[in-house]
């Protein structure tokens, strides 16, 4: 089996909010500052980008400019099911946490009440599959 650091981990940001998008930028690079990041502003620019940078995690908002959250994570799951999509949102209700493991979400949190040792958790759990 392959080490952690012997494989880079490739980590998308699907958040409109860009100072939310940079501080979670920034709180992943201080704890793994080996993963590669890459950012998107929008579900359009989430496409695009998933199809060159080939990310293993990304964390996605529910509300996006254009398209949702959950649509951009159907599109991305039926053309890579291999990558996990982890909701990181606002919208906190159960109807949108059901809508995201239809989707193919591999977890759920909430930016109101997830803490930073969740958010290392999931990175951590996910990089070592």
Excluded at 4 to 16: A, C, H, I, N, Q
Excluded at 45 to 73: C, R, W, Y
């Amino acid at each position: 089996m392959l080490g952690r650091d012997s494989v880079p981990f490739k980590v998308m940001l699907v958040e409109g909010n860009e100072g939310f998008r940079r501080s979670l930028a920034g709180l992943l690079r201080s704890r793994f500052p080996s993963v590669v990041l890459d950012e998107a502003a929008d579900g359009s620019q989430a496409m695009e980008k998933v199809e060159s940078f080939l990310p293993q995690l990304i964390f996605m908002d529910i509300q996006l400019a254009g398209q949702s959250g959950l649509e951009i994570t159907k599109r991305i799951k039926a053309l890579h099911p291999e990558i996990h999509v982890v909701f990181l949102t606002s919208h906190d209700y159960p109807e949108y946490r059901e809508a995201a493991r239809q989707c193919g979400a591999s977890d759920y949190l909430s930016k109101g009440s997830s803490t930073v040792q969740q958010i290392h958790d999931v990175v951590e759990r996910l990089w070592t599959k």
